[in-house]
C-alpha cells in the first residue's frame, strides 16, 4: 500500500520567551523543567507514514502534542523542521465549530463550510439533502448556529465533511460530543470510508473508539513518539503507563486514583 501521509522528523516549537531579570543576565538562568503545558517544542522529531485505507490513531495525555500534530498535517501550522507530505484532498475536523460563522444558519453553514472545503456551490446543494438526512437536524437546519448545542454543531460539521469529495480525514476528539446513537453511526460510516480507500488519521481519549476504527497508532509524551505499531498494542501499553504508580508513589494509591 502506498504512504498518503509523510511525516518526516518534524519538529515544532512553541517559540516560548520568558523575560530574564538581572540575576538572570548576570549568572545565567536554570533551564526550566520541560512539562506538558510549559516546554519549548510542542513536537520533536515527530516521524510515521500513513497508507491509503488505513485508519492511524494517536494517543496520549492532554499537552502531548496531539492536537499541534493534526495543525501541523492540515497545514495551519508551520513546521520548524522536517517535512510533511499529502497525497490527495483533505478534510477536517479539529475544532467544535470551526469554519462556522455563529449568526447564519445550519443551511449557510454548511454552504460556508463545503466552500472552504473546496466544493463548488452547486456540488453543496446537490449534496445538501444527504447532508441534512445524516445529521438528523431537520427543522433546526434554519435556525442561527448560535443556539446549537454542541452535540448539533458537531452533527452539521462531521455531516458536511463526510459528504466532500475528500481523500483524508483529520478528527480531533469532536466525536466524542453527541448521544451514543450518532456516535455509532458515525463510527460506521468511517468504517465505510475506510473500506473505499479512504485515509484517516484520529485524535482521542476513547481507547474502545480507535482500537475499532484504527490499524496503527502512535503515543505522543512531551512531542515526542515514545510508542508506535498496531493499535491494540499501543493503547495497551498506553493505559499501562496511564494507571502506573509514579516513582515513589504507594501501589495502592494509584489503584484508589
Not at 512553541?14 to 503545558?37: C, D, I, N, Q, S
Not at 485508519?55 to 497545514?75: E, I, M, P, Q, R
Not at 437546519?141 to 454543531?153: E, K, Q, T, V
Request: with cysteine; charged share 25%; aromatic share 6%.
Amino acid at each position: 500500500m502506498s504512504a498518503v501521509v509523510a511525516c518526516r522528523n518534524v519538529w515544532k516549537s512553541y517559540h516560548l520567551r520568558r523575560p530574564m531579570g538581572v540575576k538572570a543576565l548576570m549568572v545565567g538562568r536554570k533551564a526550566a523543567a520541560e512539562t506538558r503545558f510549559s516546554r519549548e517544542w510542542a513536537l520533536k522529531d515527530v516521524s510515521f507514514t500513513v497508507a491509503r485505507g488505513q485508519a492511524f490513531g494517536v494517543v496520549g495525555h492532554n499537552g502531548s502534542g496531539k492536537t499541534t500534530l493534526l495543525s501541523v498535517l492540515l497545514g495551519t501550522v508551520g513546521v520548524d523542521r522536517g517535512r510533511v507530505d499529502l497525497r490527495g484532498r483533505v478534510a477536517s475536523l479539529l475544532e467544535l465549530g470551526a469554519g462556522f460563522h455563529p449568526d447564519l444558519t445550519g443551511r449557510e453553514n454548511a454552504l460556508l463550510l463545503g466552500s472552504i472545503l473546496g466544493m463548488r456551490l452547486a456540488e453543496i446543494r446537490r449534496r445538501f439533502d444527504a447532508i441534512l438526512e445524516f445529521s438528523e437536524l431537520d427543522g433546526a437546519i434554519d435556525n442561527p448556529l448560535r443556539i446549537y448545542s454542541a452535540g448539533m454543531i458537531v452533527r452539521l460539521g462531521f455531516s458536511i465533511i463526510i459528504h466532500s469529495p475528500a481523500d483524508i480525514f483529520l478528527i480531533d476528539e469532536v466525536l466524542g460530543v453527541g448521544d451514543a446513537r450518532f456516535q455509532d453511526k458515525c463510527r460506521r460510516h468511517l468504517l465505510d470510508f475506510k473500506k473505499r480507500n479512504g485515509t484517516l488519521i484520529i485524535v482521542s481519549h476513547n481507547m474502545k473508539e480507535l482500537a475499532e476504527v484504527c490499524d496503527e497508532a502512535i503515543c505522543l509524551d512531551l512531542g515526542h513518539v515514545i510508542d508506535q505499531g498496531p493499535v491494540g498494542g499501543v493503547i495497551d501499553r498506553h493505559v499501562a503507563r496511564m494507571t502506573a504508580p509514579e516513582k515513589g508513589e504507594p501501589k495502592g494509591r494509584a489503584a484508589a486514583a
